[in-house]
């Protein structure tokens, strides 16, 4: 079939009724001949439209050099008389779009026309598929949540996203089964960077992570943390199956569900080797080991190399064995993300400076882990605020202080201090009592408040007694100082030690409770048969 394929400025044809349709071409079929020409006569035309949907007049005035990115990959040449060879026998022309009407269709979605014909320069499908299919497929995409800024730059930079058969059954799972849980900017960046054929299979990766266990109202934050195309568009289904099998031992899918992120590293070279390192470190204990990748699952983030960095310092540095630097690990796994020179030398340095040997310095990062990840400014002012009240720099107490400090804020440090001076005591007895109970420091100010005033307004106590006995503050006002306190009362009187009321273990107090209260019921008795 021969059709020849030429515009005309038929006055009829540019009236607005004829604008939602191409009747500016006129289709004249010849008898069949053995190949389909079609002949598209460019000189023939001076106007296209009224509503400059698509003017021919400024497309003609076009240098050949700005018509070459659009018409060779449509397989024309830019002369007067255009040639196209058909091969389609059902259809008297493969160009199912008129290519003018997608300039005012792709302007009403914010593209302009030297971006439109960049788009049909990398997809010369668009020229052979229905402007019903390509509007059909921009309403699924905006179903997406997709706003339609995002929707251009898809269409600029991947414009295969407006005719590739994948898209389809990708767009109807995101929508109708997972509820459009995936967030708008997670799809642009994968419909950006995977191709179309590697969503095939999304849907049974995503199923598959629901039947091993991530619950449904989680599945949205998982694929929202991930990076969709290289932890599930390329991955093929069988690893992502490995990985959480794999992670059983060590938190399982509840894992994955805190750290999603996990799925965006490589089975074989990066996860198997880093929960190696740490099982290795542990003495094989696969439980310690679970511990610690569940503190912190952001430690399967570093390398193994980076590990074998921070074991090694602490190694060579501060003298702890392996064994040390795991238990370590287990109540601080952070420290593998504190710089090795910016904090850990100067901290360890610091406390070798206050006397502290190996495992003096094990014990203290133990009890005090935070010294190691807290900002200079933070220890900064503790330091400097310890030295005001009295702390002699370089000392095995003012490590201790420091130890102490840690675990607070400065501004519950600075109220604590006021506290004390508020009730009489002097900046030489708030280092006496934080001498012998470090732990005083880090107390909420609040809670401490309350006890000291139930020992001066109920127990009818001096404040002094606290510089002999300043553990008192550390223990629980209702569960164990009222009810002691109250049961001791009605017994002996109230002239008894705060020490011994409350250092006695639950057991030999309710013992010698008992014991009173028999021996009180004796002698009254006794009393009442005389």
Same mark, same amino acid.
């Given at each position: ?8 400025? *038929? ?6 009724? $004829? ?9 004249? #079929? ?12 460019? $000189? ?19 240098? /050949? ?16 008389? &255009? ?6 026998? *059902? ?76 898209? =389809? ?10 509820? *459009? ?15 179309? @054929? ?13 039947? +091993? ?10 694929? *929202? ?5 290289? !932890? ?9 199956? @490995? ?14 569900? @805190? @750290? ?26 696969? =439980? ?29 540095? %501060? ?18 993300? !504190?710089?090795?020179? /910016?904090?850990? +030398?100067?901290? &360890? ?18 009890? !005090?882990?935070?010294?190691?990840? #807290? ?41 604590? &201090? ?11 007895? &708030? ?55 109250? %049961? ?43």
């Amino acid at each position: 079939m021969v059709a020849l394929l030429t515009m005309f400025t *038929n006055p009829i044809l540019s009236s607005p009724s $004829s604008c939602c349709c191409s009747s500016s071409i006129t289709l004249l #079929l010849h008898p069949p001949i053995p190949l389909t020409t079609v002949h598209f006569s460019l $000189s023939s035309v001076s106007a296209f439209h009224p509503h400059e949907w698509f003017s021919i007049s400024k497309f003609s005035k076009a240098s /050949r050099n700005e018509l070459k990115p659009l018409f060779p990959q449509l397989g024309l040449r830019p002369t007067k008389h &255009i040639s196209i060879q058909c091969s389609c026998i *059902n259809s008297p022309t493969n160009l199912h779009t008129d290519i003018g009407i997608l300039f005012p269709f792709f302007r009403e979605l914010g593209l302009e026309d030297r971006e439109t014909e960049l788009v049909l320069d990398k997809n010369p499908t668009l020229a052979l598929t229905s402007l019903d299919s390509i509007r059909a497929r921009v309403r699924s995409l905006l179903s997406l949540r997709i706003d339609s800024l995002t929707l251009s730059y898809l269409i600029i930079k991947c414009p295969s996203v407006l005719t590739a058969e994948e898209i =389809d059954p990708f767009i109807c799972f995101v929508r109708d089964e997972l509820e *459009n849980k995936i967030e708008p900017m997670q799809l642009k960046h994968l419909l950006t960077t995977a191709d179309p @054929r590697f969503l095939v299979g999304f849907d049974k990766k995503v199923k598959l992570l629901l039947d +091993r266990g991530v619950p449904s109202e989680k599945i949205g934050y998982v694929l *929202n943390h991930v990076k969709l195309a290289k !932890a599930v568009c390329l991955r093929p289904i069988e690893e992502i199956d @490995r990985t959480i099998t794999f992670f059983s031992p060590y938190g399982g899918i509840d894992l994955i569900v @805190r @750290r999603p992120e996990i799925l965006n590293y490589n089975l074989e070279s990066q996860l198997i080797p880093r929960i190696g390192f740490l099982l290795d470190l542990s003495g094989g204990d696969k =439980d310690a080991t679970g511990n610690v990748v569940r503190r912190l699952p952001m430690i399967l983030s570093y390398s193994v190399e980076h590990l074998e960095g921070h074991v090694e310092f602490l190694r060579s540095f %501060a003298g702890l064995n392996n064994q040390e630097i795991f238990k370590i690990f287990l109540v601080f796994p952070s420290v593998v993300s !504190a710089s090795k020179e /910016r904090k850990l +030398r100067p901290r &360890i340095e610091f406390l070798k400076q206050c006397g502290l040997d190996s495992n003096d310095i094990f014990k203290f990062l133990i009890k !005090a882990p935070l010294f190691l990840g #807290l900002s200079f400014d933070n220890l900064n002012y503790k330091l400097v605020f310890l030295v005001k009240i009295g702390y002699k720099y370089r000392t095995r107490d003012m490590a201790m202080a420091m130890g102490s400090v840690t675990r607070t804020s400065c501004e519950n440090l600075r109220k604590v &201090i006021w506290l004390f001076l508020s009730y009489g005591l002097s900046y030489s007895d &708030i280092v006496s009592m934080s001498t012998k109970h470090p732990q005083i420091l880090q107390y909420n100010h609040s809670s401490l408040e309350e006890k000291m005033e139930y020992l001066i307004e109920d127990m009818g106590r001096e404040v002094g007694e606290l510089l002999a006995f300043p553990a008192f503050l550390g223990y629980k006002l209702d569960e164990r100082i009222k009810v002691r306190y109250e %049961a001791k009362k009605k017994i002996t009187g109230e002239g008894m030690s705060i020490n011994k009321l409350l250092t006695v273990s639950t057991k030999r107090f309710s013992t010698k409770k008992k014991e009173k209260k028999f021996l009180h019921a004796v002698e009254n008795l006794t009393c009442d048969e005389g």
